[in-house]
């Protein structure tokens, strides 16, 4: 080792990365132990240390000993700091017994508030709570919503009801809350419950890691105390200048697209872009420019640190003293990072912008020590800063393809390329007589730079594509070339000018103009034939291989050893799930809250039955649930068959149908249906038979003369029958008693093992005379968690149990995977990927 080398620097890897894993083992506890237990292995590991210490021998033939011990020791270490936090926090739950009771809280605004088209989502510091006048206690912070329209609205579990406008006007709208502000408001809260679905967004875990114990809404209807300011905000001052900033932005640019852009870059307001922007800024692979990410803290840390020294050295013409005391580099280091701190201050301090203060800090504190510290060891030590600050992040993607991309460019030594590397022809020549000294060197400098972003750029993409695919099932072919345009044009054109702004307000309207160019750019992109490409999700050690051949491909080796890389990016590519055997089918019916949505598949065939919920004009069930599902799934849907009208059952449809542009779409819509215009739908009947690799289907309800009289949507469910001869699944929508009374009557064949609980367990349905003729084994009941519906209902529940029929609800197993070749097994992935932080339910509802 150097000289310059610390003595320590061999232990320091080995306890880095034992913390790191002990920290990563610690996620993975589906139970939490008692907070003694952690604080026991902890001081045990402390004690442990100091003996090894003190007894082991520091020769060299003892390193290895020593360094395997460090290693154990850490890992325990970060295992049980991390048990330990995790039970700390979970003390602080709320209550089950408050949840869905009228509280009185009293508390201030703790951030500017997220607006949407259906009201405003804001974080609530509660100071004091009374329940029937006694003082109850609350969670130190839940997140809130104050919808317009019902008092008694979910957020983001209840299907869309058309209310008389005159009850709605009585609904008092929510107010322009501002960050800071002390409010008494008459609240309703549950405990954190997001869908669970394979390859899902974890919402428990996100709530987790914000630190918020419990969600509800503001009750501010017209029975309801009415909400009441206390005090104005002359607390978090940084929020309040956020949220003056962002509303300025939407008054001055007209185009409301365009203004969420600039909002987003100019105080991290991610929300602010709109959906559709988000989906063409993927399918571009820019994403990460269009919020104040760690590439954009790091990079003004960088342009801040550059301008620092400038003016460091400068100072050295009128006071050489203050060179003298602080060498440049150092005032430059500390200065950029000072100023890296306060602008992800200013960008909202998420959790993503603290992560890259802290990794920052740590590569400072590193690099003034005055020692070579290896890379992998700076890397690791920033790595390890971040975890021990918030040990979930090993759970974020953006964790991974932060420290992946930052190894790489170590471990390829990109940064070591040298304006050399285009001087090759002569251009740059200092001996050419025609271009002046200044000006070559101003020209080396700029190609060097631009050879080095490039060549770096392309290194990151090649090595993060395999675990883009892995994280996401979803990369981007055109990502460098957009990049390519898109990093200069928002780094040095937009975000100057978005800042700008704050000046003159005029700036603005320059920033949304180049959004504007800059878009038309990326949505050309984004209609390329292929331009980006989805994989079905492929297991880790299918990722780790590909990482391994990207960074191959990437690093500086001749290009037969390069060519190795090649075949480690196949298994990743090519993966394919199983599907079930000819003869044999499996449904996956999802996770999506209120609503239905389920996934038939055969050997070669899938059929989507109802797309679920519409949340709001930015979110439904499709894309939040089916697009992703489908996409891990690898599936290519045959036929999207939606039941009826109800949005709770079409909400995420357009997507769907975006996604999937083969699909037949089979529905009772009407034929003036806004869904007509995205896909002509063919009208279910009863009478229509099809067969898919062995298995039979059949449409049962409605008959045709059905759509000849006016009926209420749930009367016009499509109900489809599916079976191999051996196992049957019934899939009855949201028909009612008399649609049920209709089909026994009949005598039609209803006889199946697996039944979609008929309107989520309505007391309108699922009628003893049905239940007796379909005589199932199994039933899924898909409703949201604390519905306002209250489904399924208690009585509908008890007849289910009397026949012995198991019931399975959306909030107890999350989404449910049951194929007909194993008929007693049901796979709940709420049990099944159960983790420590994620709510569980001992009752159906």
């Known amino acids: 080792m150097s000289a310059a080398t610390p003595p320590g620097a061999r232990l320091l890897g080995p306890l880095l990365v034992g913390f790191v894993a002990g920290a990563a083992l610690q996620l993975q506890q589906r139970g939490l132990w008692e907070a003694g237990g952690y604080a026991g292995i902890a001081v045990g590991a402390a004690v442990l240390a100091g003996l090894v210490a003190i007894t082991t021998s520091p020769a060299k033939a003892a390193w290895s000993a020593r360094s395997l011990a460090a290693l154990l020791l850490a890992l325990v270490a970060g295992f049980a700091l991390t048990g330990l936090r995790a039970a700390a926090f979970q003390a602080g739950a709320l209550a089950p017994a408050l949840e869905g009771k009228d509280i009185e809280v009293t508390g201030r605004v703790l951030a500017m508030p997220q607006r949407g088209d259906d009201g405003l989502r804001f974080r609530f ?35 869309s009801l058309d209310a008389p406008a005159a009850l709605l006007a009585l609904q008092r709208q929510p107010q322009n809350l501002r960050a800071g502000e002390s409010w008494r408001l008459t609240v309703r809260l549950k405990a954190p419950h997001g869908n669970s679905n394979p390859h899902g967004f974890d ?78 800024f993927r399918a571009t692979g820019v994403a990460h420019l269009m919020s104040i990410s760690g590439l954009h803290i790091t990079m003004f840390a960088w342009l801040a640190a550059q301008a620092i020294g400038w003016l460091w050295r400068r100072s050295a013409r009128w006071s050489p003293a203050l060179c003298l005391a602080v060498p440049a580099a150092s005032a430059a280091a500390w200065g950029g990072l000072l100023l890296a701190a306060a602008y992800a201050l200013f960008s909202g301090w998420g959790v993503p912008a603290q992560r890259t203060v802290w990794m920052l800090a740590a590569v400072v504190l590193l690099r003034q020590s005055g020692k070579r510290w290896p890379w992998p060891q700076v890397w690791l030590l ?5 975890v021990a600050l918030d040990p979930w992040a090993l759970l974020q993607a953006g964790f991974w393809l932060s420290f992946v991309a930052v190894g790489v460019l170590f471990a390829t030594d990109s940064g070591a390329a040298r304006v050399d590397a285009v001087r090759g022809n002569g251009i740059f020549d200092t001996k050419n ?22 060549r770096e750029q392309w290194v990151v993409t090649l090595a993060l594509t395999p675990l883009s695919l892995l994280l996401f099932n979803q990369v981007s072919l055109v990502g460098l070339l957009a990049n390519g345009l898109a990093i200069p044009w928002v780094t040095l054109l937009v975000t100057p000018l978005t800042m700008l702004g704050v000046l003159w307000a005029p700036f603005w309207d320059l920033a949304a103009a180049a959004v504007a160019a800059l878009m038309l750019f990326l949505q050309w992109l984004a209609r390329w034939p292929l331009a980006s490409i989805s994989v079905a999700a492929a297991p880790l050690w299918c990722a780790v291989a590909g990482v391994a051949g990207g960074l191959l491909l990437a690093m500086r080796l001749p290009w037969h050893w390069r060519a190795l890389g090649l075949p480690l990016l196949l298994p990743v590519l090519l993966w394919q799930p199983l599907r079930p055997p000819a003869g044999e089918f499996e449904l996956i019916a999802a996770d999506v809250g209120q609503g239905n949505a389920l996934v038939v598949r055969t050997a070669g065939h899938t059929l989507v039955y109802d797309s679920g919920p519409r949340f709001s004009r930015e979110s439904d069930a499709g894309h939040r649930v089916l697009v992703p599902l489908l996409r891990a799934l690898g599936e290519r849907v045959d036929t999207l068959m939606l039941s009826h009208r109800d949005s709770d059952h079409i909400g995420g449809a357009p997507a769907v149908l975006a996604m999937q542009p083969q699909a037949a779409l089979l529905s009772s819509i009407e034929d003036g249906h806004e869904l007509q215009a995205l896909r002509p739908a063919t009208r279910c009947v009863a009478g229509q038979r099809w067969q898919w690799d062995g298995v039979d289907f059949e449409v049962l309800h409605p008959a045709a003369a059905d759509y000849a009289t006016p009926a209420r949507s749930n ?6 029958r599916l079976s191999n001869g051996r196992r049957s699944a019934l899939l009855a929508g949201d028909i009612e008693l008399a649609q049920e009374q209709r089909l026994v009557a009949a005598g039609t064949v209803l006889r199946a093992d697996v039944l979609l609980v008929p309107h989520h367990g309505s007391k309108t349905s699922s009628s003893a005379a049905f239940l007796e003729a379909v005589q199932p084994t199994l039933a899924f009941a898909q409703a949201g968690y604390r519905n306002r519906f209250g489904h399924p209902a208690a009585p509908v529940l008890a007849r289910y149990r009397e026949r012995g029929i198991v019931v399975l609800t959306s909030p107890v197993c999350g989404a449910a995977s049951w194929a007909s070749l194993h008929p007693s097994e049901v796979r709940c992935q709420r049990q099944a990927a159960l983790r420590y932080w994620q709510h569980r339910m001992d009752t159906p509802r």
Not at 125 to 143: C, E, H, K
Not at 715 to 720: D, E, Q
Request: proline letters at 6%.
């Open 433 to 454: 007589p025609g271009i002046p000294g200044w000006r070559m060197t101003w020209l080396a400098r700029l190609a060097g730079a631009f050879v080095r972003v490039a």
């Open 715 to 720: 009367a016009m469910s499509c109900v489809l």
């Open 382 to 386: 920033a790595m390890a800063v971040v």
């Open 203 to 280: 919402y428990e875990l996100w709530l987790w890691e914000q630190g918020l114990q419990a969600t509800g809404y503001v009750r501010a209807g017209p029975r309801d105390a009415p909400p009441q300011l206390l005090a104005g905000g002359w607390r978090h001052p940084v929020e309040r200048a956020r949220q003056w900033m962002r509303d300025a932005v939407y008054a001055r640019v007209s185009d409301r697209q365009l203004a969420g852009v600039v909002a987003a870059l100019l105080v991290g307001d991610q929300n602010a872009i709109e959906r559709a922007d988000w989906d063409v």
């Open 125 to 159: 510091a509660v100071q004091s709570a009374r329940l029937d006048g006694q003082p109850v206690v609350l969670p130190a912070q839940v997140y809130l919503g104050w919808y317009a329209g019902f008092g008694s609205r979910e957020p983001a579990d209840a299907e």
